[in-house]
């Protein structure tokens, strides 16, 4: 992986209003080669325009998108990108064949649909219409879209939401083929263990910026708190007052808390119940930091709210 | 190292040039998507192929000689008209309207698509279902009701029918760029009967009451029915101040169309 290089995609100090709602405001970001980038953000945090301006299809107010060097929407640029998006309608009467080879016409030098179609598990689909597919089965072949053109860049915007397991494991490995081979890939996803599995820069989003951005490792270091669950007496009630625990509920027979040191509450808990079992300490995961980072940052801004 | 470094850039770049043959590919891939599209689409082709089709065997040849012997030659260029109608008002109209809800136009303007493939596209496959309808009318006119034509009219029906697709594809292209969603089909449905209806396509206008007559004039298929009813040889008037007619309201469509287009995106 090579992220030394200059970015093949960059936004500077970028702002994107609609109507009195900023919906991206001064953001930075810059996209390598090889690189799988993870945007996350609750909904409304911006993600969807900043994918938006990459792709050309909305101009910035301020600051400057560049996709290759280019104005995203010179054609010259979009030839190097490849998209998958959220939801987009295919034609439901033409088959999967024609479908990539309409979007592979769009291209340079698009790789053969045979190659195609393996990389993205759509080989035995070729002749059907799309209309007859599954739901999975048309996220697929939206991702053979995605890549038939042998992208530089690739837009994911919630690649499997609607596939089962299988289909996403597949996805996962296609994507790390095309990461190896030098393809840089933009993923917007709501799940958290995806990002954590595949993504090597992490960037959080709220209210239009940019909360964090890492790797997964770094962002969750950003969270010092640790989940203790266990079976007690003690109540949620009880232990909520101990001043290292951050929250503390009861979940059935369960004691469930988060504290930021776990040490000291372990202790402490054994002292009180000597009867207590099934300890578990675990650091948080993705989805805790996401939740307080994200919660940190709608906070002040409640506050700032209430005073004006 | 930096010489190489940007020998393979040039190299790479130079791939990425797209040559004016695969430029070119990429049109007719989109237009062939199009028309394969909605050959198979019979939400499509029951308005645009059966229904003129259908009518014209109806009013035209199974009861047409009760209306005198000229009915068969009259209804060849009304229905010619309705037939022509269709492909662009539902074919770039609704689907237009449709596609910009439904995500697949973002899609196709995120992806290098050739700017102008997208319109192009519909605009061939309306000419050619234009095509397939005005064959198949002139076919069950001359074989099966008999209607005299020479070579000359019927290859001048055939271009009136053809050109005359265009003004509606402007229209559709309009009415897809002030239309959003599902209402489509139910309010250009609510336009396209009508309009044929008050053009005289069904019933000739000087059965009707005076107003209708004026309103006709206002329609593009009143002129384009005047031009293909002087093409098969019932026309008294002069054929250009029709033509000029749909020409004027095609730019008007394209005007609307662009003005929205450049508000909205």
Known sequence: MNTTGSPIAQLSSVVKRYGNHTAVDGLDLMLHRGEIFALLGPNGAGKSTTISMLLGLARPDAGRVELFGEDPQQLVARRRIGVMLQSAALPPTLRVGELLRLTASYYPAPRDERETAELAGVADLLKRPYAALSGGQQRRVQFALALCGRPELLFLDEPTVGMDLEARQKLWVALRHLVAEGTGVVLTTHYLEEAEALAHRVCVMARGRVLSEGSVDDLRARVALKRVRCITRLRAAEVAAWPEVAEARDEGERLWLSTDRAESVVRRLLDADAQLGELEVQRAGLAEAFTELTRAAEAPTEATREAA | ?265
């Not at chain 2, 005289?200 to 298929?221: C, N, R, T």
């Open chain 2, 1 to 265: 190292m930096n010489a190489v470094s940007s020998a393979v850039m040039s190299a790479a770049s130079a791939s990425r040039e797209m040559s004016l043959r695969r430029v070119l590919g990429a049109y007719l891939q989109e237009a062939r998507a199009e028309c394969l599209r909605y050959l198979r689409n019979p939400g499509f082709m029951i308005p645009t192929l059966i229904l003129p089709t259908a009518f014209y065997l109806m009013f035209g040849i199974l009861i047409g000689h009760a209306n005198g012997p000229d009915a068969p030659r009259y209804l060849l260029a009304a229905y010619g008209t309705f037939g022509v109608m269709s492909p662009g008002l539902f074919g770039f109209g609704v689907a237009l309207s449709m596609e910009r809800d439904n995500g697949l136009l973002t899609l196709k303007r995120a992806l290098p698509m050739p700017p102008g493939a997208y319109l192009l596209g519909k605009v061939v496959m309306s000419i050619f279902a234009a095509a397939v309808v005005s064959c198949i009318l002139v076919l069950l006119a001359t074989l099966v009701a008999h209607v005299q034509l020479s070579p000359a009219q019927m290859a001048g029906l055939f271009a009136t029918n053809l050109f005359g697709a265009l003004p509606f594809c402007a229209m559709g292209l309009m009415l897809g760029m002030l239309i959003k969603g599902t209402g489509g089909p139910g309010i250009v449905n609510l336009i396209y009967l009508p309009m044929a209806f008050m053009s005289g396509l069904w019933f000739p206008l000087s059965l009707m009451p005076k107003a209708v007559q004026d309103i006709a004039l206002l329609l593009p298929p009143y002129h384009l029915n005047q031009v293909a009813l002087t093409v098969v040889g019932l026309g008294h008037d002069a054929v250009w101040p029709h033509v000029a007619a749909l020409a004027a309201f095609s730019a008007v469509f394209l005007a609307i169309a662009a003005r929205r287009l450049r508000r909205h995106g």
